[in-house]
């Protein structure tokens, strides 16, 4: 999926998706019981322009290397599909894919994965040991993880590919447990993958 989980809401501080370079953890005493709030945020794969495009141009620069040959990526409204340079920040592409029309797009323009989502659900999952995905209580707000059940999943519903969509997760350690820092408690993001056509 084209889609990942970020710690702030300006989409730097990506969670790692299996090698634990960014992980979503915490430290907490468990001899108090201590729960943690954290708001997340879920979006698609973007960059930006690094510098104008004209509506003519079939080589773009991006501000940082995101994209696959054969992916269509979303500037503004045009669809492009990238034929070359794939894994690089100079990509060849094929202006006014998906009957969409060329245009001139500014230095700095927002550069998604053209990907739409539907029926998005993010649940908690213990990845070592015993089974900890009861400690996560999942939100749409901060307020509603008072009435969260723990360990169940949240429904998101559907993403638009420029939408970035937030939840809160809750981590609360029982009491009695020992001081830990949890890396082990993931959040798996499952839905359908749309391509804009």
């Known amino acids: 999926m084209a889609i990942h989980l970020f710690e702030d809401g300006a989409l730097t501080q ?16 468990g001899t108090d019981g201590e729960a943690k709030d954290k708001e997340l945020f879920l979006a698609n794969e973007q960059t930006v322009l690094a510098s104008p495009l004209a509506s003519g141009e079939t080589s773009l620069q991006t501000a ?19 034929q070359s340079g794939g894994g690089t920040t100079t990509l060849g592409v094929e202006r006014g894919y998906g009957g969409t029309t060329p245009a001139a797009h500014a230095a700095g323009a927002p550069v998604y994965s053209g990907y739409d989502y539907t029926g998005l659900v993010v649940e908690p999952v213990d990845t070592a040991g015993g089974d900890e995905s009861g400690w996560y209580s999942l939100a749409l707000n901060q307020v509603d993880l008072d009435g969260a059940v723990p360990g169940d999943p949240l429904n998101l519903g559907d993403k638009p590919h420029d939408v970035t969509v937030s939840f809160w997760r809750r981590c609360e350690v029982p009491p009695g447990t020992a001081v830990q820092n949890k890396t082990d408690l993931k959040l798996r993001i499952t839905g359908t993958e749309n391509p804009i056509l």
């Open 14 to 29: 990506q969670i790692s998706e299996g090698d634990l370079t960014n992980p979503d953890d915490d430290t907490y005493n």
């Open 64 to 82: 940082e290397p995101r994209f696959t040959d054969g992916e269509v990526i979303i500037i503004d409204s045009e669809q492009m599909r990238i």
